[in-house]
């Protein structure tokens, strides 16, 4: 598993669903601004300008609301991932 850096996080994108209930295909300007994602991998955080530590506010196996177009798109041993920055999560979901 990848170990990321810093602030950043590495999560798994949940699959969107392409139809709504009664069957019509979505438009791609019609879906949401936002996706919802499972935090895998945490880094250790950001240091402030007099080196103390600041802890990421989410956990492994939190899952998270981020914006659609945050972070970069990987792939890792055939799995594919999302590195996000911690400040790029909007929220997190109980």
Known sequence: MLKPLGDRLIVRVAKEEEQTVGGFVLAGASKEATKTAEVLAVG????????????????VGQTILVDKSAGIDIKHEGEEFVIIREADVLA???
């Open 92 to 94: 997190i979901v109980s």
């Open 44 to 59: 250790e955080g950001i240091r402030t300008l007099t080196g103390e530590l600041i802890a990421p506010s989410v956990a």
